[in-house]
Nanobody, 124 residues
Framework: QVQLVESGGGLVQAGGELRLSCAASGGILSSYAMGWFRQAPGKEREFVASITKGGRTTYYADSVKGRFTISRDYAKNTVYLQMNSLKPEDTAFYYC?????????????????WGQGTQVTVSS
């Protein structure tokens, strides 16, 4: 059973940056494709970014492409989401998730394990 714990959220002004971390325990993170999702109040959870098991390929939602970067550190069993040029519309609860199959998966129900989430608030 993989446990995921996110950290790094907070309040930031528009144009600022944050780095989210997702630390894993109870499993080897390299066995999983990893994704970041977000959910704003009253909206469905949406895909943000994903990274392959080997870390060589990444995928992004169009809304964050060029601003966000997903990466993974195998030694620390941790996945990161670097968020630059933040916008008020990026405000949401951010979750990391793991699936044992493919980083091409973008639907929440295709992921097996989830963290508890971390709040990101971007003020205008």
């Amino acid at each position: 059973q993989v446990q995921l714990v996110e950290s790094g959220g907070g309040l930031v002004q528009a144009g600022g940056e944050l780095r989210l971390s997702c630390a894993a325990s109870g499993g080897i993170l390299s066995s999983y494709a990893m994704g970041w999702f977000r959910q704003a109040p009253g909206k469905e959870r949406e895909f943000v970014a994903s990274i392959t098991k080997g870390g060589r390929t990444t995928y992004y939602a169009d809304s964050v492409k060029g601003r966000f970067t997903i990466s993974r550190d195998y030694a620390k069993n941790t996945v990161y989401l670097q968020m630059n040029s933040l916008k008020p519309e990026d405000t949401a609860f951010y979750y990391c998730a793991a699936n044992s199959m493919s980083a091409l998966r973008r639907r929440p129900n295709e992921y097996d394990y989830w963290g508890q989430g971390t709040q990101v608030t971007v003020s205008s």
